[in-house]
């Protein structure tokens, strides 16, 4: 597997220097200050690989080219949005960038509740509340009819837990949910959240299914031209948030988009926390399943709780059997001699980092490197295991 890790740019506090004393050989980054929606210059893209480049490093996958709220609703300027989309792409390739990761979530992008939920070992994690996300969907944002969408004893949680909460906490959760988080599309008021909400909601998860599809058929006969592999992200968390549809959430989802475009540039990225937020997702199955269309690669752990809560646990100490999930990985790329980019997803806040203003939730420098160093353990063992046999 390739060894990559995410960068945000020359604005990220994390040196490309420091990228490389890690180990990674690859950078998965995105061209951050372009606004969703615009086309990528062919020569902003290849001076941004230069400087990686300069570093000793490559870019190995851009994560990621977003996609306009109006093609996820094809409503407004969404013909022009797909052909700028179709331009990135096609620019993509011309650069040599040949992966793209991109997601079809729709209003908000990954989601957590706390992001700064302390660990027995007092380093830092982040973490989804069920309680918190109800409580603030039914009794601070209002939703129209969101009391329908949770069981009573999860309403009845959610009003003990906001009738023990301050203003200032209040206002730290919905940050925390609408305001967006790195490496996302954006962020929300109250009011303007609510309005885009409503919108995806009448759309309702077929129609919305659909728009993912009419999007990959004009966008993937591009990619093949270019030689450039999309590889769709899995929802995060893998259920539904406000009542929105969710199309990206499990096996059957992903089975969905590859049959709906079947070519070789339409593509997976296997998300080992974000799948494996959901207990009925068979991570090493859907790997085997898709083996000729996992792209790109996340690896991260989660711990699950009963009501739908997680927190992201150490890299080989969650529910997902991390081992497992690496060994299938390695047999899919022998079994169709290729290698798979991969990334430690996430890190916990730990050691001098704890209280930096700089370090964005997730993006830890120590706490990835302590997940990287994990993870290749883990893939040295299991490939000197293969070679002795």
Not at 54 to 61: I, Y
Not at 92 to 119: E, H, I, Q, S
Not at 374 to 383: A, F, K, P
Request: glycine share 8%; hydrophobic share 40%.
């Amino acid at each position: 597997m390739i060894e990559t890790w995410r960068w945000f740019g020359p604005g990220d506090s994390i040196s490309l220097e420091k990228i490389a004393q890690a180990g990674a050989k690859g950078i998965v980054s995105s061209l951050h200050e372009v606004k969703t929606g615009d086309a990528w210059h062919l020569d902003d893209i290849l001076e941004r690989k230069k400087l990686i480049e300069k570093a000793g490093l490559t870019w190995s996958v851009i994560e990621s080219i977003p996609v306009h709220n109006d093609i996820k609703t094809r409503s407004g300027d969404f013909k022009k949005y797909i052909e700028n989309y179709k331009t990135s792409v096609a620019n993509a390739g011309k650069a040599g960038v040949d992966t793209v990761c991109y997601n079809f979530m729709p209003v908000v992008d990954w989601t957590r509740t706390n992001l700064n939920y302390k660990l027995p070992n007092t380093s830092f994690a982040l973490r989804f509340e069920m309680s918190d996300f109800v409580a603030y969907d039914v009794f601070v944002l209002e939703r129209p009819g969101a009391e329908a969408d949770y069981t009573p004893e999860q309403l009845e949680k959610a009003r003990v837990r906001i009738n023990g909460m301050t203003e200032a906490e209040i206002l730290l959760l919905e940050k925390n949910v609408i305001a967006g988080l790195p490496g996302g599309e954006g962020s929300y008021s109250r009011e303007s959240i609510k309005v885009a909400i409503q919108e995806f909601i009448n759309l309702g998860t077929e129609r919305f299914r659909n728009h993912l599809f009419e999007f990959l058929r004009e966008v993937i006969p591009v990619a093949e031209e270019h030689g450039v592999k999309l590889c769709i992200h899995p929802d995060d968390p893998p259920f539904s948030l406000f009542g929105l549809p969710r199309v990206v959430s499990t096996k059957d989802d992903a089975r969905k988009i590859i049959e709906a475009v079947p070519s070789s540039s339409n593509g997976l990225t296997m998300c080992a926390g974000s799948f494996g937020a959901r207990a009925d997702n068979n991570l090493v199955d859907i790997v085997n399943s898709f083996s000729d269309r996992v792209y790109f690669v996340h690896l991260r752990n989660v711990i699950r709780e009963s009501d739908g809560s997680f927190y992201e646990a150490e890299h080989l100490n969650g529910d997902t059997n991390m081992v497992s999930l690496i060994d299938a990985l390695l047999k899919v790329e022998k079994k169709h001699a290729l290698q798979i980019p991969m990334r430690p997803d996430h890190g916990h806040l730990m050691a001098d980092e704890i209280g930096a203003a700089d370090v964005k939730p997730g993006y830890s420098y120590t706490g990835r490197l302590k997940g990287l160093s994990e993870l290749r353990g883990v893939i040295h063992t299991l490939n000197a295991l293969d070679s002795s046999r």
